[in-house]
């Protein structure tokens, strides 16, 4: 153990102390994987041109979990059509179920969405083999093409599905619509309903739901509300998903007071609100102008048992600022940091962003200087968008002078509001404080473009400023083109 323990900790990593069994634990489950890894990858690299070689792949008597699963599928990047043979077996295996992050590594690393053709070509190679395909085998394919956005070739395996004697399920219909709703192709996806009624299927609460997102997202919110009255007809009964993706279709269609009445609707059926249906609905009332009706709302959320989040906040205390209720978005934000709904760090940044995106600059600054006394860090997108607010407004110097104090702070100065602020310092004749930024930027890392070098060059260049541009210029050359 000599050669990985030196003074209690392993080489190389400084300050991370094991104990010696944690340790073994660990190294013994890295070679155990490992092992399981290099066994899958042997069979397939041995039966790769092989029939059947799902057969071959059952003999290792593993528990899959995702990493085998993820490190097999990257050991097949020169070979894709094998890696998608073993990814369709993966994902049939008993007491085993493909993770959505590893049908996006699949799609990705198997090309799947640049070549939809292999998703048909595997199924050919394993009828020309004479292995089975089952509607598990379809499912797996299906959530390939649900990844990849694939909705012509979704359709097609329906179709395709007879020539493999398999009938589609529920859960398979389910996929293809959610695939075309999302595509707002709602005539296709709602014709599904009656290949379901063909197929001696009936819908289910998550085909309601997929097809009346849809139909919302897309602006039809009648033939949302006609899906949810039909649901009983099939023993279903709207929950509080279906009921807030209809009140969100209602406050998108600009009918705010139609989203309340749903909200009421809700409540008779005893289907209680989340925050996500609230907070819909504030937004729909504080968009229209009408934030009195939204803070109501507000009220009663709470009184209800609901506690608001951090973009329930958001958008309410946008609402106040656009409409210059200042004082009414700090007595909301002191009133919510009292009631516990939430943290003062996170609440802080959000109203500085509220009140710049409003162009309340000073009442921003206020907020910002109030915060560094309370010993509260700005966040980097506060503090970016405090510095790109500054320099819109021509206050160039002082934009400058809370950049070294947020810098002191450890808050990061993005590319662009660099950039902006740059511009801006030159525009304003602090061209030596310009490049002294500039240099500062460059020695942090931060990649300045091309074009922000030119304009602080070209402004030395006009002071006279010759050796100093000249170092520019060299630095830039060192630096390399940035975008």
């Known amino acids: 153990m000599r050669g990985f323990l030196c003074s209690g900790r392993l080489c190389g990593f400084h300050a991370i102390k094991y104990s010696v069994p944690c340790l073994l634990g660990r190294l013994f489950s890295c070679t155990a994987e490992a092992e399981v890894i290099e066994k899958y990858w042997t069979v397939l690299q041995k039966e790769g041109s092989a029939p059947k070689i799902e057969k071959a792949l059952g003999k290792i008597k593993v528990q899959l979990v995702s990493p085998h699963v993820e490190k097999v599928l990257h050991r097949c990047a020169e070979n894709k059509m094998l890696g998608l043979r073993f990814f369709i077996w993966a994902g049939q295996q008993p007491g085993y179920r493909h993770h959505h992050s590893i049908y996006r590594i699949a799609c990705e690393g198997l090309g799947v969405t640049q070549k939809p053709t292999m998703l048909s070509q595997v199924l050919e190679d394993l009828r020309r083999e004479g292995c089975v395909v089952s509607v598990n085998t379809f499912k797996v394919i299906f959530n390939l093409c649900k990844e990849a956005n694939l909705v012509e070739q979704a359709r097609e395996l329906l179709d395709h599905m007879k020539d493999f004697n398999c009938r589609p399920d529920t859960t398979i219909f389910n996929t293809l619509i959610h695939l075309l709703a999302e595509a707002r192709c709602m005539n296709m996806a709602e014709a599904m309903l009656k290949r379901m009624s063909e197929c001696g299927l009936s819908p289910d609460v998550i085909t309601y739901s997929a097809l009346i997102k849809g139909f919302c997202n897309v602006g039809q919110v009648e033939d949302a509300q006609r899906l ?121 940044n959000s109203f500085v962003i509220s009140l710049l995106r409003t162009n309340n600059i000073g009442e921003a600054e206020k907020v910002l200087r109030s915060m560094l006394e309370r010993g509260i860090k700005p966040n980097d997108l506060a503090y970016n968008t405090f510095i790109k607010g500054m320099c819109s407004v021509g206050r160039y110097s002082d934009a400058l002078s809370w950049h070294h104090d947020m810098d002191r702070m450890g808050c990061a100065l993005e590319v662009d509001a660099c950039s902006i602020l740059l511009h801006g310092l030159c525009n304003g004749g602090y061209v030596n404080e310009a490049a002294k930024v500039l240099l500062s930027m460059v020695d942090k890392g931060i990649m300045v473009d091309t074009s922000t070098f030119d304009v602080v060059i070209g402004y030395l260049n006009k002071a006279g400023k010759y050796e100093e541009a000249l170092n520019l210029s060299s630095l830039l050359k060192c630096q390399g083109p940035a975008l």
């Open 228 to 348: 949810v009255d039909e649901m009983p007809e099939h023993g279903c009964t709207p929950n509080v998903v279906i009921y807030t993706n209809l009140l969100y279709g209602a406050s998108n269609a600009g009918s705010p007071e139609k989203a309340l009445e749903l909200l009421d609707k809700m409540l008779e059926k005893r289907c209680a609100p989340n925050v996500v249906t609230y907070t819909t609905l504030i937004q729909s009332f504080s968009e229209a102008g009408r934030i009195n009706e939204a803070l109501e709302i507000l009220d009663r959320m709470i009184k209800c048992g609901c506690a608001p989040n951090r973009i329930t906040y958001i958008i309410l205390i946008k609402g106040l600022c656009s409409q210059g209720k200042i004082n009414d978005a700090y007595e909301l934000m002191d009133k919510m940091i009292r009631g516990g709904h939430l943290s003062k760090d996170p609440v802080h």
